[in-house]
């Protein structure tokens, strides 16, 4: 049987899950390569849904993306993640940094951060002095004694402080572009950058 062909569309890029392999292209490109393919995606871009629905090999699968107890405004993307696993937190670390809790397959609720390159984007417009890039290998376990250790450490920090006052034991799934980066400060955190493919494939299956 014929693997499907998943596409994720975001804001900047187009991710997807080709026969096992995920690339991630910029709006054009992705339509100029995969618009003659059997594709079957879901999107949070507006800005080209209107390029999108001219593909005829293009369907788009959001109406089957269904989670319990989910808001109505929630993204599809995040609904799509949380329907990986029946049990976890979920952490998508991309543009925002969205924290969602699911139980027994039941969406139980979630919170919304800035992403990495936002929180550093504010400390930019505080002060030329605060624009630095973030430590990879900062330390929490000691107070910085640098500015750049000090912005690093106040962003790794203040994420890490509030997923863990929610973890309560649940298995971290970490995905997005700086998912593999914050899953190093947690215990037994996983990363997996198909999660959101996952819960499509699952959804797919159901329908």
Request: proline share 1%; with cysteine.
């Amino acid at each position: 049987m014929e693997q499907r062909v998943l596409a994720d569309i975001g804001n900047t890029h187009v991710h997807i899950l080709d026969h096992g392999k995920i690339v991630h292209l910029e709006h054009e490109e992705a339509l100029n390569r995969y618009q003659e393919r059997k594709l079957y995606y879901i999107s949070v871009s507006h800005a080209i849904d209107q390029k999108i629905t001219a593909l005829k090999n293009w369907e788009n699968i959001a109406e089957k993306i269904v989670l319990k107890g989910a808001y109505d405004t929630m993204g599809v993307d995040r609904k799509a993640l949380c329907l990986s696993h029946n049990n976890g937190i979920f952490i998508d670390a991309g543009s925002a940094i969205t924290v969602d809790i699911v139980k027994e397959g039941i969406y139980k609720g979630g919170f919304i951060l800035p992403g990495i390159k936002a929180y550093l984007e504010g400390y930019r417009r505080i002060s030329p002095a605060l624009d630095i890039r973030i430590n990879q290998e900062i330390a929490l376990d000691k107070l910085p004694l640098t500015t750049k250790d000090g912005i690093s450490y106040g962003i790794i920090a203040s994420i890490k402080a509030l997923i863990d006052q929610h973890r309560d034991d649940q298995t971290l799934y970490f995905t997005g572009g700086d998912g593999r980066f914050l899953s190093r400060f947690f215990k037994d955190a996983i990363f997996d950058e198909r999660l959101v493919f996952d819960g499509m494939d699952k959804a797919l299956g159901a329908n």
